[in-house]
């Protein structure tokens, strides 16, 4: 027979020694033992929860209000990065077509050497580079457009310049290069028949940046017995502003080395006959001048002009040089 299991003493509890479980007491009006393992919540003892740091814990409030301010700090500092972020796109991309316009006093055109109408006497498609105008009036800092014609060989070199029709785009240069050669401003000049007063030459501008399609002006070159002159009208058809140039300057007649030789002059009024600014047209050097047709223009904005105005003064100033100076006309057709 096998030995009897020994009895428990008389008066005290029964021991069943498994860790981690409640030990049972036979007195009444004592809760049952729990061992609590730090870090995670026991049912019935919210006193002995221990709030891990960083972490909301239920019925720990102040736990919840550092909670809270380490959100809002941590979303100030997100804002604060995407705010430096934005800031530094639009500063690389030098804004749009209209805001560099906007943001400056005038620009200068300058006209590309093409080496190929140099070497072989046909008349090639022209292209023009748009830069911010510095105070003396020559460019400065980085290229802000492109305008690139877009014609008809037979229609360069067979036609008459008053007939000769042409499209051009005028396209941003940026550093981005989802930017960089986005058109900006679309000009076509129709073919017409001048004939004297009649059926005069013209340009129409519209706004294509971002798919847009909007018309923004024209700009007429008028019937004049001798000065050269220009109308620009908005989209309303009305005239906003005219180029004026006396035909009495050296610089229409020879072009030589002298100053006088080397710039022509331009006023800028309002429809009224107002002078509100200036345009000088300068060639690009005496040597440059006898191999080429390239020219130079420094276009001064008027101060209260709006960013169509602007573009379209900016246009006139393309058309200026195709009328008198590129087709080089000693009359006005």
Same mark, same amino acid.
């Given at each position: 027979?096998?030995?009897?299991? +020994?009895?428990?003493?008389?008066?005290?509890?029964?021991?069943?020694?498994? &860790? *981690?479980?409640?030990?049972?007491?036979?007195? &009444?009006?004592?809760?049952? &033992?729990?061992?609590?393992? &730090?870090?995670?919540?026991?049912?019935?003892?919210?006193?002995?929860?221990?709030?891990?740091?960083?972490?909301?814990?239920?019925?720990?409030?102040?736990?919840?209000?550092?909670?809270?301010?380490?959100?809002?700090?941590?979303?100030?500092?997100?804002?604060?990065?995407?705010?430096?972020?934005?800031?530094?796109?639009?500063?690389?991309?030098?804004?749009? *077509?209209?805001?560099?316009?906007?943001?400056?006093?005038?620009?200068?055109?300058?006209?590309?050497?093409?080496?190929?109408?140099?070497?072989?006497?046909?008349?090639?498609?022209?292209?023009?580079?748009?830069?911010?105008?510095?105070?003396? *009036?020559?460019?400065?800092?980085?290229?802000?457009?492109?305008?690139? /014609?877009?014609?008809?060989?037979?229609?360069?070199?067979?036609?008459?310049?008053?007939?000769?029709?042409?499209?051009?785009?005028?396209?941003?240069?940026?550093?981005?290069?989802?930017?960089?050669?986005?058109?900006?401003?679309?000009?076509?000049?129709?073919?017409?028949?001048?004939?004297?007063?009649?059926?005069?030459?013209?340009?129409?501008?519209?706004?294509? /940046?971002?798919?847009?399609?909007?018309?923004?002006?024209?700009?007429?070159?008028?019937?004049?017995?001798?000065?050269?002159?220009?109308?620009?009208?908005?989209? +309303?058809?009305?005239?906003?502003?005219?180029?004026? *140039?006396?035909?009495?300057?050296?610089?229409?007649?020879?072009?030589?080395?002298?100053? +006088?030789?080397?710039?022509?002059?331009?006023?800028?009024?309002?429809?009224?006959? /107002?002078?509100?600014?200036?345009?000088?047209?300068?060639?690009?050097?005496?040597?440059?001048?006898?191999?080429?047709? +390239?020219?130079?223009?420094?276009?001064?904005?008027?101060?209260?002009?709006?960013?169509?105005?602007?573009?379209?003064?900016?246009?006139?100033?393309?058309?200026?040089?195709?009328?008198?100076?590129?087709?080089?006309?000693?009359?006005?057709?």
């Amino acid at each position: 027979m096998g030995q009897p299991m +020994a009895q428990p003493m008389q008066g005290y509890p029964q021991f069943h020694p498994q &860790q *981690g479980y409640a030990q049972q007491f036979p007195q &009444q009006n004592y809760p049952p &033992q729990q061992f609590v393992q &730090q870090g995670y919540p026991q049912p019935g003892y919210p006193q002995q929860q221990f709030a891990q740091p960083g972490y909301p814990q239920p019925g720990f409030p102040q736990q919840q209000h550092q909670q809270q301010v380490v959100i809002n700090v941590a979303g100030y500092q997100q804002h604060q990065q995407i705010t430096h972020t934005t800031t530094k796109t639009v500063d690389k991309r030098r804004g749009t *077509g209209f805001e560099r316009l906007e943001s400056r006093d005038g620009v200068f055109i300058k006209q590309k050497l093409e080496f190929g109408e140099i070497l072989t006497g046909c008349q090639q498609s022209n292209t023009y580079n748009v830069y911010p105008l510095s105070k003396d *009036g020559d460019k400065k800092g980085k290229k802000l457009f492109k305008c690139k /014609e877009s014609s008809d060989c037979c229609a360069r070199v067979c036609l008459a310049p008053d007939c000769r029709p042409f499209t051009m785009k005028v396209k941003l240069t940026d550093d981005d290069e989802d930017v960089d050669s986005s058109p900006f401003l679309e000009i076509d000049r129709p073919c017409k028949c001048t004939c004297y007063c009649c059926n005069r030459p013209e340009i129409r501008v519209s706004y294509v /940046e971002n798919g847009q399609n909007q018309y923004l002006g024209k700009v007429v070159n008028p019937w004049t017995c001798c000065d050269i002159e220009l109308e620009v009208f908005d989209s +309303a058809n009305q005239l906003v502003y005219k180029i004026d *140039g006396n035909c009495c300057q050296l610089g229409l007649h020879c072009s030589g080395p002298c100053d +006088a030789c080397q710039t022509i002059d331009f006023d800028i009024k309002t429809g009224g006959g /107002e002078v509100v600014s200036t345009l000088q047209k300068r060639s690009p050097g005496c040597v440059a001048a006898m191999v080429s047709e +390239a020219d130079n223009f420094s276009l001064n904005f008027p101060h209260k002009s709006t960013k169509e105005q602007r573009a379209l003064l900016l246009c006139a100033v393309l058309f200026l040089d195709y009328r008198y100076f590129e087709e080089k006309q000693n009359n006005q057709g």
